[in-house]
């Protein structure tokens, strides 16, 4: 280490919507909080995700310059659950970051090293736009369940629920279900003046599928507000991501009990009634933590691992606190 430079770590938390960056001080003070466009792979293919990264880290170094000595960059981005593709952004990640220790890895163990202080096993279960759980044992080993896609899997997920959501509305309308207020509600969000209009909107969309889980905080809200058929795919919902944490479990952790899981992603919001009967359910077999530090925190704890600065309990601590103190529940852009 340079005693004339400041030792910085650089964490990264890259999603389908959008990437945050922080450099955080050798104390954990944040001297950057940026945010940019996605950067998932599987999204945007690799052009889109690399020139994010880029753009990102050309601000980094043109705004801290040689003041400052990159002691390790992490690089958590949804999409990277399979082994070439991390490989693939690793090799590249390298390049960007020539000398200075770097990983690759799932946006999921970021949000695991956030909401358990940098302690990097147990299980995360995600639940946005789609979902998957994954469980990283002491090794370092991952295991997932989930994942696949709208049209394999995702249960549980944001587009699961507005697709069901859907579906109800049209059997309740065809008799074949009971009446919802989701109807009405659907129809206003689209601006649709009926069961035949939305028909012709979801076939004839050429972005349906981006616009499906718009419905999702419809259903969250009305089974909250009490509408029974929203409380039902509520309660389908929550029993898919069950399983996909008891699967996960069953590969990495079958020996233990307790095991912590940390619940991230879009719908797992704090007064989310998907959250709150998820972590309910766990409750008696695991160790639940919402996600509630942003995950990027995660990222920056990592990186200060992968430079082998991590020290005393202590000072471990003060880091840890000073960087709570300073992150902001989202981030401010560019500065």
């Known amino acids: 280490m340079n005693p004339e430079r400041i030792p910085v770590y650089v964490g990264v938390d890259g999603g389908g919507t959008k990437t945050r960056a922080v450099v955080a001080s050798g104390k954990g003070k944040v001297l950057l909080d940026l945010t940019d466009e996605g950067a998932n792979v599987n999204r945007?293919?690799?052009?889109?995700?690399?020139?994010?990264?880029?753009?990102?880290?050309e601000h980094i170094r043109g705004s801290l310059g040689d003041a400052v000595e990159f002691r390790g960059v992490f690089l958590g981005l949804s999409g990277m659950g399979r082994e070439a593709d991390r490989s693939r952004m690793a090799t590249w990640l390298e390049c960007a970051w020539p000398g200075v220790p770097t990983r690759v890895d799932h946006d999921a163990l970021v949000a695991l090293a956030a909401a358990r202080g940098g302690e990097a096993t147990g299980i995360v279960?995600?639940?946005?736009?789609?979902?998957?759980?994954?469980?990283?044992?002491e090794a370092g080993r991952a295991y997932r369940a989930g994942g696949w896609g709208y049209l394999l899997g995702d249960e549980g997920s944001g587009f699961?629920?507005?697709?069901?959501?859907?579906?109800?509305?049209?059997?309740?309308?065809?008799?074949r279900g009971a009446p919802t207020v989701l109807t009405d509600r659907v129809l206003e969000h689209f601006e649709l003046d009926g069961i035949e209009a939305l028909v012709r909107f979801v076939y004839r969309t050429p972005d349906i599928l981006q616009r499906i889980p718009e419905v999702a905080p419809l259903v969250l809200t009305l089974a909250r507000e009490g509408d029974a058929v929203a409380q039902a795919i509520v309660a389908e919902a929550v029993q898919a991501l069950i399983d996909l944490v008891d699967a996960v479990q069953k590969q990495a952790f079958f020996s233990l009990e307790r095991v912590s899981v940390v619940l991230a992603g879009g719908l797992m919001y704090l007064d989310s009634p998907l959250r709150m009967q998820v972590q309910a359910a766990l409750a008696d077999r695991y160790e639940v933590y919402p996600d509630v530090v942003p995950p990027v925190v995660g990222a920056v704890l990592l990186a200060r691992r992968l430079a082998g600065d991590e020290d005393g309990n202590e000072a471990g601590s003060a880091f840890l606190d000073t960087l709570r103190h300073d992150i902001a529940v989202e981030s401010p852009g560019y500065k």
């Open 44 to 57: 945007f293919g690799w052009k889109q995700a690399t020139t994010v990264l880029s753009r990102i880290f």
């Open 125 to 137: 279960l995600i639940a946005g736009t789609g979902s998957i759980a994954f469980a990283y044992d």
């Open 160 to 175: 699961a629920l507005g697709r069901r959501a859907l579906v109800r509305v049209v059997q309740s309308y065809d008799g």
